[in-house]
């Protein structure tokens, strides 16, 4: 019997692809987080600048004032303007026409004022007042005096050079050494201020006294010698921590910082100080510490010289020269009077 052979079936399955679904709402979806990101963005911004920097730009994006003339090349119809409220005709080529402000209206509302009516071209020029210059910047007043400006300079250099030459002999004397934290020098609205401080071990007064020590006098009598040749008038005051101050006669830290000063005052004349020169002595006491958040520090205990400024002292000896200043001074004790 012959073998039967089996028929071998194929089955093929044409399989379709899914429907198309579309990409429309991705776009959306994009477009929607883009602008959410730019609206926070904004926002970051608006919180991180200041009202200043907002009314800066504000002014850059405001329309500016232009000219309404329009250009023309000449002829009946080369752009020739009649000029507001002047019955004449103007060029109107872009580099003669003035620009000028918009109309402005008065606070009332009613008020309103065209600020080319009744101008020529001349009368939109800038009129500078008498003693101003059209160079000048806005909000500048007439130019300085010279001579004033000479005296001003002159102060300002003696000042510096006052300082430097305090700050050179203080380096110099071995003695003096330690107490280069003491002196303090700064120029302030009053003047060149010169200022002795207390230190931790290291004080310029004994405590509750006015008899100042040795190496107090020294510092001093270098101080006298360094501002003796300038005009300028001083100012001492005393001033002293907020310890308390027991004594039965009520003597206080007021009579003592007003006691320290005039110790001061003695020895800065003794040291060659005019006292023509001297415009006052005062003691503060605890009343103007140095370091308020600390009112018993020691640098509250101290000294200060004020050189007064005055530039019509430098004009009236000589304005553009610097007074003197003495190059080598006397290292010896001053003597107190």
Known sequence: MAEEQ??????????????????????????????????????????????????????????????????????????????VGANSAQSASPSSQPVLPPPTIGIGGNDFTDPAEGLSLDET?????????????????????????????????????????LRQAIQAVPDLEQLQDSLVIEETEDGLKIQLLDQDRLAMFPGGS???????????????????????????????????FIDPTGYSNWELSADRALASRRVLLASGIDPERIDGVVGKASADPLIPETP????????????LRDADLYAQAQQDVVPSLPSIIDLSPANDL
């Open 125 to 165: 020029q800038p009129d500078f007042p008498s003693g101003e210059d059209e160079n000048m910047g806005p909000g500048e007043g007439p130019a300085e005096d010279p001579e004033q400006a000479a005296a001003e300079a002159a102060q300002e250099a003696s000042f510096e050079e006052a300082a430097q030459t």
């Open 210 to 244: 006015s008899a100042m020590y040795e190496h107090t006098r020294l510092l001093l009598g270098l101080v006298g010698q360094a501002i003796g040749e300038m005009p300028n008038k001083l100012r001492i005051t005393g001033h002293t921590d907020n310890a308390p």
């Open 6 to 83: 089996n028929a071998v079936i194929i089955k093929r399955v044409k399989k379709g692809g899914h429907g198309h679904h579309g990409g429309a709402w991705k776009v959306a979806y994009a477009d929607f987080v883009t602008a959410m990101m730019a609206f926070f963005l904004l926002l970051w911004l608006l919180n991180s600048v200041t009202e200043e920097q907002l009314h800066g730009i504000s002014n850059y994006f405001a329309p500016t004032a232009v000219s309404e003339s329009t250009s023309g090349a000449g002829g009946m119809l080369g752009g020739q303007v009649v000029g």
């Open 296 to 307: 018993d520090d020691p640098r509250n205990r101290r000294i200060d010289i004020v050189l």
